[in-house]
Structures are given as C-alpha cells and as structure tokens.
C-alpha cells in the first residue's frame, strides 16, 4: 500500500470525480478547473466513453494535473492507469481484484475500492488498498446501481469497522450534507453532480470544501 496517502488527503475533505455529461466539459476542462478551485486528488471517471477516446483524454487530463501537482486516479481502467502512469486507480466490485491491480502497478500507486455494505467493506480489508469507499451514502441519480443507500449510520458502522483505513464516502454527496458525512466517519467526501453550476464553473460551495 501507498504509506504516504493519508499524508496526501491531509487538508481536503474532497474527492471530485470528473462526469462529462454533468458538467458539459472535457476531462481536461474539468481537471484544470478543478485543480484550480484547490483540488489536490481528481478521479477520472468515464462509462461511456471508448477506450480509445478515453486514453486520449485521461493523457491530456494527466498532462494538467501533473503540471499543477494533481494527483489523478482512474477509474476501473487499470490498463489505462498502466499506460499512463497514472498516480493510481479506483476499482468496483466488478473490476480487475485489487491484488491483480496491485501485482501490475506496483506498491505505489493508488488502489481505492468500492464497497456497498459493512460486509464488503470487512472483506476490503485484507486486499492491498489504500482507501476503502462506502456507498451509496445518500440516493443518487449519478450512477445506476441496485445498491440501497447505506446511511449516515452505516456509514459510521463501518468507520468502525476499518479503523483507521481510510474512508471515503460516495453517493449523493453535497456541500449542503457533507459535514455530517465526515461527522458519521468518512475522510473524504466523493463529489460528483454537486460540482458544477450550470455555467461551467465550480461550485463556489465545493471550493470551499477543496480548502478547507
């Protein structure tokens, strides 16, 4: 596991994850716009794009974030994170097994893992991982899934479960309930539809979070 990532999360309490559909912008947009209200850790996240089009933007979106000292973490696409050399990647219950994720990446990269119950969320624990996500936290409509909301008071079950391990939260994250998301438990808050103000710009609200 990366040692140094709980040193890395230190002084966010925010994960954006990028959405093109959302946000009307490119990766590379979203990335440079994030990193600029204060982002320090992006997750490049894209289900429908081909897997051509999405190397070509998460090469570009790297190339941003590298430039302003981003880490950038992609989803599911361990092959993409390989080519790339990407600071790490972010896995569903349904990807590549973390330890075959960690076998091709090496100790230092990122690994975060998706977790939907206090159940999956024990058997996280032994998998070589940096950071365990638990959700869906709240209802949401940004991503499809059979899921039942765990809850505040899942969530703080499973803070603790996993003891110092660390957490993020994801699914219906906003700046309106995200204090009492980390007051349940969580480091980090995963931000998605709440990012963006139909404009293009960062949610002033979400700056906040990124610098605090």
């Not at 596991?1 to 990028?18: E, K, Q, V």
């Not at 075959?100 to 990446?105: D, G």
């Amino acid at each position: 596991m990366n040692s140094n990532f709980a040193r890395l999360i230190t002084g966010t309490h925010a994960y954006p994850i990028t959405d093109r559909q959302l946000s009307g912008l490119s990766h590379v947009e979203q990335v440079a716009k994030l990193a600029d209200a204060g982002a320090t850790l992006i997750q490049l996240r894209d289900k429908l794009a081909q897997p051509r089009e999405f190397y070509e933007e998460a090469r570009a979106a790297l190339d941003v974030a590298r430039a302003r000292n981003v880490k950038l973490i992609i989803n599911d696409r361990v092959d993409i994170a390989l080519a790339l050399k990407a600071d790490g990647v972010h896995l569903g219950q349904d990807d590549l097994p973390p330890a075959a994720a960690r076998s091709i990446l090496g100790p230092h990269a990122i690994i975060g893992f998706s977790t939907h119950s206090l159940d999956h969320a024990g058997r996280a624990l032994d998998l070589p991982i940096d950071y365990i996500a638990i959700g869906p936290i709240f209802a949401t409509t940004t991503k499809l899934s059979s899921n039942a909301p765990v809850g505040l008071s899942g969530l703080a079950e499973v803070r603790s479960l996993v003891g110092e391990r660390p957490l993020v939260a994801i699914g219906g994250i906003t700046a309106e309930n995200i204090q009492a998301v980390l007051a349940a438990g969580a480091d980090l808050g995963a931000f998605i539809s709440d990012i963006w103000h139909p404009d293009g710009l960062v949610n002033p609200k979400i700056s906040q979070i990124l610098r605090s």
